[in-house]
């Protein structure tokens, strides 16, 4: 069921909105000529009227039993932001080139996370046009675009949307995210867009008014759940549902990663997730090319991939925070909150090898056992990374990697996770080690809702015991501190690491043993303490890359044992031309070889011959 403004043609514009409790639903057109039409009600309780003379810069809003006024649900555009009124947009009026573009599999992604208001001074979809060719020379051929779903201000990180169809008013509407993704395709990037259909945002959420949009079966951390296995949960499903088509459809968005889909509370038969992997293999097929689903969940559930022949839901990856977990804890030794779990030589090896480190052990964060076993599946199946937006703008004081760890550490990390046989992901600013923080940050209109998100932050962050006080989310400044410095990339340490990372990306592009294409072309083990050696294959070919990773802080002489074959050196992070002290293994490896490897620093080799 379409639902919201769809403009057809010549000033005929259909409205549908789902209220069936409602005695009464009217349209009121605001502009450029007031009136109010009265909409009609079938038997599922979705209002529909279709009115003539609309022009598609129109805003209205509904009227609810002849009293309350309210804006469209699935509003396509909130000009005046949450509060105010809807805008209809004509979808069809955009000048599209990208015809000729098929898209980019996940396995082949190397994705790079950013959020429009602090990726660039101006904050906006078209300054990130501007920087695309720094993206595309590093390597970067796919963006994942923080939520950009109507939120309340104009500084947040996004998941407080409340209009889920609508784009962010200042980051430049939805003239504005489609110029970016046309951009993107014209240079060969895939967009991925972060999408929130666990929870709305506290204010400008009105869903409460028209329909059962929520349950009371579930507490969440955001009061009441989401509708999914509820009484009327079918045309709750059909909102979110045709809020994943709409991105596809309307905006060209090449995957949806979908937020915390372990907040999303269903009971049912066949979940939610599952009937929205059904629909969306179904809309790729109809449009000749694939259209992706990624999530993230801290379940460490293999229930999510799986195929739906096999009883899973069927999305196309997930996110591996293990990977993260096992990596920050071997570079800092953090022991505090969900990092008690990690810190073991035997987690980061298992990490590489099988994916999800905990597949049903006792956790000792959780108080309970924890996961299910992702062996046996492609790495391309799984999305890690050293950092991104949680990681970072989750501490207190939203502190970067790089401003944890040393130089040398700085690239150990990124060898871990683009020489991993996973899908890498890059945090903005990590491939030239930006020095600003990400913090947390809103522009809420509501006292006591500014007041309770200030106590809210304090209270997450105890499990950490972090020392100090947390930056006010609601401050312009802690929004300002978290803004890019893009003049870094071009001087010192910060020009070494870009340039680092542009190796590890060709390299990866490259091999083919790198992209995680099999079920066995991975294998793990310690070879001394905090000394592990990866060995990647590929399926298809005979090209086998040999990685060692040292994590700790003097140098360790090890045996190498790579396999038959004589094997040439690709890459060592101590070279000195990547800002080391020098590298101390030989440009060719046999196996039983004596190797040094330098403290917090790896070193990569390919066979050459049997």
Not at 168 to 173: A, D, I, M, R, T
Not at 291 to 317: C, H, K, M, P, Q
Not at 379 to 406: I, P, T
Not at 524 to 540: C, H, P, S, T
């Amino acid at each position: 069921m379409n639902i919201g403004a769809h403009y057809l043609q010549d000033g005929i514009c259909e409205f549908t909105v789902w209220a069936p409790f409602l005695k009464n639903v009217d349209l009121k057109v605001l502009s450029p000529h007031k009136r109010t039409v009265a909409m009609e009600k079938d038997g599922k309780g979705y209002w529909n009227a279709e009115v003539k003379d609309i022009s598609p810069e129109a805003r209205y809003v509904f009227v609810l039993d002849k009293q309350t006024e309210r804006p469209d649900p699935a509003s396509h555009f909130q000009p005046e932001g949450v509060h105010g009124p809807s805008q209809v947009i004509d979808q069809s009026s955009f000048p599209w080139d990208d015809n000729e573009w098929k898209g980019i599999t996940v396995r082949d992604m190397i994705i790079y996370e950013l959020h429009v208001g602090t990726f660039t001074p101006e904050g906006t979809f078209d300054a990130v046009i501007s920087r695309l060719d720094e993206l595309v020379d590093t390597g970067i051929n796919a963006i994942e675009i923080m939520p950009v779903a109507q939120f309340p201000g104009g500084r947040n990180w996004g998941y407080d949307g409340t209009y889920l169809f609508a784009v962010q008013n200042s980051y430049g509407g939805p003239d504005g995210l489609k110029r970016l993704v046309n951009a993107c395709h014209r240079k060969g990037i895939a967009v991925i867009l972060d999408v929130v259909y666990n929870h709305l945002g506290p204010e400008g959420n009105y869903l409460h008014d028209f329909a059962p949009y929520f349950t009371k079966k579930y507490n969440t951390p955001w009061g009441m759940a989401l509708n999914f296995d509820d009484a009327w949960s079918d045309e709750v499903r059909n909102f979110f549902i045709e809020n994943a088509v709409h991105w596809f459809e309307q905006y060209h968005i090449d995957a949806l990663r979908l937020d915390a889909i372990h907040a999303i509370y269903d009971m049912s038969a066949v979940p939610f997730l599952r009937e929205l992997a059904e629909r969306i293999e179904a809309f790729s097929a109809a449009k000749g090319r694939k259209f992706f689903l990624i999530a993230e969940s801290d379940r460490n559930d293999v229930v999510v991939i799986r195929s739906r022949n096999e009883g899973g839901y069927g999305l196309d990856a997930q996110w591996n925070d293990d990977f993260h977990h096992s990596l920050r804890t071997m570079l800092t030794e953090e022991k505090t909150g969900y990092y008690l779990d990690f810190g073991r030589t035997e987690d980061m090896v298992k990490a590489f090898s099988e994916g999800f480190v905990y597949s049903w052990q006792y956790s000792a964060y959780r108080k309970r056992h924890h996961g299910s076993s992702s062996r046996g599946f492609p790495g391309s199946r799984f999305v890690v990374c050293a950092q991104n937006h949680d990681q970072v703008g989750n501490r207190m004081m939203g502190e970067r990697l790089s401003s944890l760890v040393s130089f040398e550490s700085l690239k150990l990390a990124a060898g871990a996770v683009l020489l991993s046989p996973y899908v890498p992901l890059l945090f903005m600013g990590e491939e030239y080690g930006e020095s600003a923080p990400f913090q947390y940050f809103v522009s809420h209109s509501d006292p006591g809702l500014i007041e309770a998100v200030r106590k809210g932050r304090k209270e997450e962050f105890r499990a950490f015991a972090w020392q100090g006080e947390s930056p006010d989310p609601q401050s312009e400044e802690t929004f300002a501190r978290s803004k890019l410095n893009w003049g870094l990339r071009t001087g010192g340490q910060h020009r070494v690491l870009l340039d680092f990372y542009k190796e590890l990306i060709s390299l990866r592009k490259t091999l083919r043993a790198l992209s995680g294409t099999g079920k066995r072309n991975r294998t793990a083990a310690a070879i001394d303490e905090k000394v592990i050696a990866i060995k990647l294959q590929d399926d298809r070919s005979e090209n086998t890359v040999f990685c060692i990773f040292n994590f700790n802080r003097d140098s360790r002489a090890v045996t190498a044992e790579p396999g038959p074959g004589r094997w040439r050196r690709l890459i060592d992070s101590s070279d000195e031309r990547w800002g080391g002290s020098g590298a101390l293994t030989g440009e060719t490896l046999l196996s039983g070889s004596a190797i040094t490897i330098r403290p917090l620093s790896f070193t990569a080799y390919i066979r050459e011959g049997k």
